[in-house]
């Protein structure tokens, strides 16, 4: 051991020069052997345990509920919904705009660690990326859900069509389309490259179907060396372009409401205060999710406090700031007491909106931004609840930007009232359920902690010796 | 691959060593091949220069420019009734031209990633798969004609 740290130490300056690219860690830091790293992050693959069934079967029910409840809305039409006149979005564009804003959680958080080169970020990648796709797939399907007779939707398609479609581009709805499809393309994309070493571990290690499947899916990846450096390169181009489309789509997403020019919508900070809700309940929901992976799959050794403590470091950061952008839009509405903006004011502050609206407060900032900023709370358990709580009331947050504006027109003889039915309950219920259920799918099918990038995050000598890679071999002769 | 010698090692240190061995003993870089289970950052190996980046940019170009085909064309042609607002509008165009700008990045950086990676190729892998999944590392050596 002691000959061990003089070479370490003799060695230690040089292999930060050598490789800049290479994570910084110092020598005496031990590498646990390749065949744990892949047992361990391999086992909810090969071994889910009794945690993931379980998962399966409840979430799984949850969604049999809901694709009931959907049957029960196509035989008889969208009148089982509790919309009517003035308010036509309701629950599913409050999930729209939700599953929408939770998709941010992934591809936009990696990407950004990517970018930074944040050497912790390597557990939480995939699944940060999983949940982008599946939150993106959720919240798109809503849209779809809303025309009423979704098995229509193919007049919409190709656009411009021979049907007499008017092709509009100056629509919000017609930009949500190019931005949710391109994130989600994007995002399955950025998914699948980090991926590809994996599914080649996988090919490797099963047999029969299973490895013809995985095998057509790493694309005959073999590793060497020049696939490693394009692949890597590749991730850091993709991580640089999705940046600027994952902003992009939650500001198309408030534009739908905001190029409106209806009380409390017409904004133009919507976009923003969009974004930063969107980040805010990604975070929340990726700090849900991994808590729970940790507990399923025992990956305790993997999904380290650290790891909460950061996110929940990100978490209190994203919540000052979704306060400083609340705050300002009420200021603002508030200061220019115009009676249409202070109808829907007054229904969300004192009127029958209230309750939804400080609980939104209780559940974004004023629990979590304390228990978030006092070291003590931001353990596992502690950003657990701040996220579960952060979760709750962005919900809330994007049913009270869409439902009491709807209420209040600007003429008010034209005021209603809305009241979710059993149907858009159990449809907002089994979106969980779906989100829960295709999570739980994927890490059955895929390692949810990429094993590669997780090894090369790691120093890198063998059963804890200090290798340094590229540098004469003769400085390594042990006496 | 089968023309070659193949060796596996245990550790990275001794594949690393190896690989000085063979560079002092003139073996050429081309010749060599390095199978890893994780990137090995070698300062020994330099892969080619890559067009990734440029690519993706190219593909950018690419998108927009369809994107501007798409919008302009489609709204000219279709003569919408616009209330005397203009038919092609910049603004709102310039979202869909974002979007399809960026697709076309991303498409062309992923095709050209498995190209320069040279993935989706018909051919057998080394046969050594087994050791790269456990770790070890494998260098092979094409055979001289």
Not at chain 1, 65 to 91: D, E, H, K
Not at chain 2, 116 to 144: F, M, S, Y
């Amino acid at each position: 051991m002691l000959e061990l740290e003089w070479i370490a130490s003799k060695h230690a300056g040089r292999v930060r020069s050598q490789d800049a690219r290479a994570p910084k860690y110092t020598m005496a830091d031990k590498r646990p052997s390749d065949s744990k790293i892949n047992s361990d992050l391999l086992a909810p693959v090969n071994h889910p345990g009794w945690g993931w069934y379980a998962t399966v079967v409840v979430s799984g029910l949850v969604v049999l509920a809901a694709v009931g409840a959907l049957g029960y809305q196509f035989t008889l039409g969208l009148g089982v919904w509790g919309i009517n006149r003035p308010v036509f979005w309701a629950l599913d564009i409050t999930n729209f705009v939700f599953w929408i804003g939770i998709s941010h959680a992934g591809t936009l958080i990696s990407a950004i660690l990517r970018v930074t080169g944040a050497e912790w970020r390597r557990p939480v990648t995939r699944c940060a990326e999983a949940i982008t796709v599946f939150a993106l797939m959720i919240g798109a399907m809503f849209p779809i859900i809303h025309l009423g007779r979704p098995w229509f939707f193919y007049w919409l398609v190709p656009y411009p069509n021979e049907r007499g479609l008017w092709p509009n581009f100056r629509s919000p709805l017609a930009w949500d389309f190019f931005a949710i499809n391109t994130y989600l393309l994007g995002s399955i994309i950025y998914l699948y490259l980090p991926l590809i070493p994996d599914l080649a571990l996988l090919r490797d290690k099963s047999r029969g179907a299973l490895r013809r499947i995985y095998g057509v899916f790493s694309l005959g990846w073999r590793g060497t060396q020049l696939q490693w450096d394009r692949l890597e390169r590749a991730v850091r181009v993709m991580a640089v372009v999705i940046i600027p489309v994952a902003v992009s789509v939650h500001t198309i997403v408030s534009w739908d409401f905001a190029m409106t020019i209806r009380p409390m919508w017409h904004s133009t900070m919507f976009g923003p205060y969009f974004v930063a809700g969107a980040i805010f309940s990604g975070i929340a929901a990726l700090i849900l999710a991994m808590a729970i992976i940790r507990r399923v799959f025992h990956l305790e050794e993997y999904l380290r406090p650290i790891h909460f403590n950061n996110l929940g470091l990100l978490l209190l950061t994203m919540s000052l700031i979704w306060f400083y952008f609340t705050f300002g839009e009420y200021l603002t509405s508030w200061y220019g007491n115009e009676p249409e903006e202070m109808a829907v004011f007054n229904s969300k502050i004192s009127g029958p909106y209230a309750p939804l609206f400080w609980g939104t407060v209780v559940c974004c900032f004023a629990i979590p931004a304390p228990m978030l900023a006092i070291k003590r709370f931001r353990t596992i358990k502690g950003t657990m609840i701040a996220s579960a709580l952060v979760v709750i009331g962005m919900w809330f947050e994007r049913f009270l930007i869409i439902v009491p504006t709807l209420t209040h027109p600007r003429f008010t003889f034209n005021w209603g009232s809305y009241k979710p039915t059993w149907v858009e309950l159990t449809l907002t219920a089994g979106t969980f359920g779906y989100f829960v259920l295709l999570y739980a799918i994927f890490t059955r099918l895929f390692p949810i902690i990429a094993v590669w990038e997780y090894k090369e995050g790691l120093p890198l000598g063998e059963h804890g010796e200090p290798t340094i890679v590229g540098t004469p071999d003769v400085e390594y002769e042990s006496a | 691959m089968a023309d070659a010698h193949i060796k596996v090692f245990d550790t990275r240190r001794e594949a690393v060593a190896a690989l000085h061995e063979l560079q002092r003993e003139g073996v050429p870089d081309s010749s060599i091949t390095v199978l890893s289970s994780e990137p090995l950052h070698l300062e020994t190996l330099h892969p080619p220069k890559t067009r990734i980046a440029g690519f993706s940019i190219a593909g950018g170009v690419l998108g927009a420019a369809l994107a501007v085909l798409l919008t302009v064309l489609t709204s000219r042609r279709v003569g919408l009734v616009t209330g005397g607002m203009p038919i092609v509008s910049p603004w709102a165009f310039g979202i869909v031209v974002f979007e399809l700008t960026a697709l076309g990045a991303i498409l062309t950086a992923l095709g050209r990633m498995i190209l320069e990676a040279r993935l989706l190729r018909r051919r057998p892998l080394t046969g050594q798969e087994d050791a790269v999944a456990k770790g070890k590392v494998v260098i092979a050596i094409e055979r001289a004609e």
